[in-house]
């Protein structure tokens, strides 16, 4: 079975400080990650997956297969980086797509 | 042309009504999903369409039929709904490759309220 672990349900920084989005999978496999972002009022879009390893606007996810996690992080918050994020797993050949309950970040100024 | 668009916006329909969700998109995927999100919960996936065939029904009520008639288009047909099944219903798609998964892209939403 596929899951998807994000233990922070709400998340609160100032501007310029550093943020660490948690996310911890389970799945028996080798599975791809993603990050996806829900600003408001927006439509659902994709931040990053794991295995382009690229920086989208300042945020990077490293997947630790150790301790299965894939951890989103940014050096210095932005207040257009509030919204909500959720970390997805895909495995397998059935398509589907398993997200985490979601971290609502707000970035304070 | 990069995007899902999804038809119409918004939508108020009686529990007694029949309507239709419309998706389309032209970016050659051959993957097209139907999820629906309660406000602040993430999507739970409904249905996966692979080469136009039904892949994943995920115990979804009758109530809910969808249809692909073809490689760009996927709708979702709608009878007798219940109040709760007021939410946003969202459309993606993908690439489809020897069984890979891709990234899902995903279209803005029909809010839908059932009354």
């Known amino acids: 079975a596929q899951r998807v672990t994000q233990p922070e349900k709400l998340l609160s920084v100032f501007k310029g400080a550093p943020v660490e989005l948690k996310c911890n999978y389970s799945?028996?496999?080798?599975?791809?990650l993603f990050w996806y972002v829900q600003y408001s009022r927006q439509r659902l879009q994709l931040l990053l997956r794991?295995?382009s390893r690229e920086s989208i606007k300042g945020f990077t996810a490293d997947l630790n297969k150790g301790e299965t996690s894939f951890h989103l992080k940014k050096p210095f918050a932005q207040e257009e980086d509030s919204a909500m994020y959720y970390c997805?797993?895909?495995?397998?050949?059935?398509?589907?797509?398993?997200f985490g309950k979601g971290t609502l970040l707000t970035v304070n100024p | 042309d990069t995007e899902v668009t999804q038809t119409p916006k918004h939508l108020v329909m009686g529990m007694t009504n029949k309507k239709s969700l419309k998706c389309e998109q032209h970016?050659?995927?051959?993957?097209m999903y139907w999820y629906k999100q309660k406000a602040k919960k993430p999507p739970e996936l409904m249905f996966v369409?692979?080469?136009?065939?039904?892949?994943i029904n995920e115990s979804v009520p009758s109530r809910f039929s969808p249809e692909c008639p073809n490689s760009s288009l996927l709708n979702l047909h709608l009878h007798a709904l219940q109040p709760e099944d007021s939410a946003l219903y969202l459309c993606?798609?993908?690439?489809?490759?020897?069984?890979?998964?891709?990234?899902?892209?995903f279209g803005p939403g029909t809010r839908l309220t059932v009354t």
């Open positions: 997805a797993l895909s495995g397998g050949s059935n398509y589907k797509l398993t």
């Open positions: 993606a798609s993908s690439q489809v490759k020897a069984g890979v998964s891709y990234e899902q892209y």
């Open positions: 794991h295995i």
């Open positions: 970016m050659g995927h051959r993957a």
């Open positions: 799945y028996s496999g080798s599975p791809e």
């Open positions: 369409y692979s080469y136009e065939k039904l892949s």
